[in-house]
């Protein structure tokens, strides 16, 4: 595993850029799950949100993003790595969903829970670094 993959082994969050029309960066801090079948050629982590979020407007005009650690706030805590996201669907939606409860646990059962109670739904991200 490359070091540039390693620096997110230990964080909770990661800041996910994703670019607007005009090439601007726009940065959210998000929750991640890493795959644990990623190959040493292909690591693909997830993420969700709400499906009419920016972000998934933006991915949907270009998969290219940046990832990078951070804390909470959105503050950078390693290096950018560039990547390609893309939505998911099927089955991988919920292999995505059931990486981010393990990791996450009951915070992110608890969220889903009172995100269901307001009607919301949850649209899982693969972002692909390799």
Known sequence: MSDAIAQFD???????????????????????????????????FYVYTLPDSGKVKRIRNDPKVRIAPCNMRGDVRGAWVDAQSRLCSGDEVEKGQSLLIQKYGLAKRIGDFFSGLRGRTQCVVAIEVG
């Not at 994703?18 to 040493?40: E, I, L, Q």
Request: avoid cysteine; hydrophobic fraction near 30%.
């Open 10 to 44: 230990k964080a909770k969050y990661f800041s996910l850029e994703t670019f607007r029309k005009t090439g601007t960066g726009v940065r959210t801090p998000v929750w991640f799950a890493r795959d644990p079948a990623s190959s040493d050629t292909l690591t693909r």
